[in-house]
């Protein structure tokens, strides 16, 4: 059945040949980029290897039920196994996105709704850097806009693994799990500023970004317009006071990143400079599917922002998924950070398509 696993068997023997090796190394690049792919087709080839073992255990199971009955329920035990580590080996074997490993840039912006989308997108905010924390991940608040009562207009935030960009249990990266948050996030609830107990809705959008590496995106310096002006905010030590805050425009595409948090010029710049090439990635990256024109985004998209992903109702106690019809009752569990459930119906779909278009 996994014949084709046999190549992948002899790839991952070559490539621990290779990392043994210590001249690999002087080349730091080259020794991620194995290593990357070496921990890429390890769960791969252990699943394969349990697979096959249990196929022969089987046969000698069966042959010894001939002589001894004891021997039935092991056979019956060991074919339920094989079962499973079949689905596991087909799952493992689903192509994987290139990007899954990275880390992401997650911005959120309130939408429809006013003051009430503003808190609504801090509520969101809350429940990724709660998400976070719980699975382990850094975070890092880039740039941010607060509204007046409270919450935020827009606020970008860094994800990471502790360890930074590398090599990753197969789909427990930052992007493997995040990037199905992208997309519209509607809110029904009673807001603070209702006085008559109405019930509101109103929607921020999630933009999630996979976090670029100079490497893989080039942005020549006569390609960008820099401008610099006043930082906007509460005030503060440098901001209102100095033109600190910075805009960068990326002149073919016309992709615009700005930041003003920071106290000074250059590092407004550079963290401007960081998100600019995550959309610039995330662009080409949209723009190759595009051509592509893969079938199972027709499934779980994760491209479209305009269209919404995800209800959450306040008087039901209610999160609903659209794309994939998941729906629980825990809305106040989901908003302090458990969110791996919602996540996992995501994962399965856009999983079951690839197998099916496989």
Not at 2 to 8: N, T
Not at 167 to 175: H, I, S
Not at 237 to 254: C, E, F, K, M, Y
Request: glycine share 6%; aromatic share 4%.
């Amino acid at each position: 059945m996994f014949e084709a696993v046999e190549e992948l068997v002899g790839e991952h023997a070559g490539l621990e040949t290779k990392l043994a090796d210590p001249s690999v190394h002087a080349d730091q690049a080259n020794a991620r980029k194995l290593n990357k792919r070496y921990a890429e087709l390890t769960p791969i080839v252990a699943a394969y290897r349990s697979w096959k073992q249990t196929g022969d255990d089987i046969e000698t199971a069966r042959e010894l039920a001939q002589d001894d009955p004891d021997f039935a329920a092991e056979v019956k035990q060991l074919e339920k196994d094989r079962e499973e580590l079949t689905e596991r080996l087909r799952l493992l074997l689903v192509p994987r996105d290139p990007s899954d490993d990275k880390d992401v840039i997650l911005e959120i912006k309130a939408g429809a709704g006013g003051d009430e989308s503003a808190l609504f997108a801090g509520d969101l905010l809350r429940m990724y850097l709660r998400y976070a924390e719980r699975v382990g991940w850094k975070t890092e608040i880039i740039d941010a806009t607060e509204s007046e009562l409270g919450g935020y207009k827009d606020v970008q935030v860094a994800v990471k693994t502790k360890g930074g960009n590398g090599a990753t249990e197969p789909g427990q990266g930052v992007w493997a799990r995040l990037k199905y948050e992208g997309g519209v996030h509607r809110v029904q609830r009673v807001p603070a500023t209702e006085s008559a107990g109405r019930i509101h809705t109103s929607a921020a959008g999630v933009l999630v970004t996979p976090e670029a590496e100079d490497v893989e995106v080039e942005v020549l310096a006569n390609d960008l317009r820099i401008d610099v002006y006043r930082s906007s905010g509460p005030g503060g030590q440098s901001v209102n006071t100095t033109d600190s805050a910075v805009r960068i425009t990326h002149l073919p595409t016309g992709i615009v990143a700005s930041c003003q948090n920071e106290k000074s010029q250059l590092q407004n710049k550079e963290q401007a400079m960081r998100i600019l090439r995550s959309r610039l990635l995330a662009a080409a990256q949209e723009k190759a599917e595009a051509e592509a024109a893969d079938a199972r985004r027709s499934q779980v998209r994760t491209v479209d922002r305009s269209e919404k992903i995800r209800t959450y109702n306040f008087p039901e106690n209610r999160i609903s998924d659209h794309r994939v019809g998941f729906k629980a009752y825990n809305l106040d569990q989901v908003l302090d950070g458990d969110l791996d459930p919602m996540i996992q119906a995501c994962v399965d779909a856009d999983s079951a398509a690839k197998l099916a278009a496989a």
